[in-house]
């Protein structure tokens, strides 16, 4: 399995952007779906943005699309995610994950458990 870890979480003001970063060790990094999920205090799990293998399939939630892009580097191991015009509506803690599903990208989105690598998460606040 790949190891996981998220950086460049924070606090910022609303309107402004904020990239998130994650690290992957371990093998066959291009043989994964990557997603970003974002939890917040006594709410369930949200799905976020997921990346197919290649780099150019791309899948966001209705709540971040236009706003939120991600990508992924397979020569360094890494996934981003740029957040743009940060809402009140965006704090959480925000969360990498790796699949090796073969199913689509849609239905991945729909179904965290079917990403079997977690990272630990990174807080992102927002001031108003």
């Known amino acids: 399995q790949v190891q996981l870890v998220e950086s460049g979480g924070g606090l910022v003001q609303a309107g402004d952007s904020l990239r998130l970063s994650c690290a992957a060790s371990?093998?066959?990094?291009?043989?994964?779906?990557l997603g970003w999920f974002r939890q917040a205090p006594g709410q369930e799990r949200e799905f976020v943005a997921t990346?197919?293998?290649?780099?150019?399939?791309?899948v966001y939630a209705d709540s971040v699309k236009g706003r939120f892009t991600i990508s992924r580097d397979n020569a360094k191991n890494t996934v981003n995610l740029l957040m743009s015009s940060l809402r009140p509506d965006d704090p959480a803690v925000y969360s990498c994950?790796?699949?090796?599903?073969?199913?689509?990208?849609?239905?991945?989105?729909?179904?965290?458990?079917?990403?079997?690598?977690w990272g630990q998460g990174t807080q992102v606040t927002v001031s108003t």
């Open positions: 994950a790796a699949s090796l599903s073969p199913r689509p990208l849609g239905i991945l989105s729909r179904d965290p458990n079917l990403f079997n690598s």
């Open positions: 371990g093998r066959s990094f291009n043989a994964y779906v």
């Open positions: 990346i197919d293998r290649s780099g150019r399939i791309t």
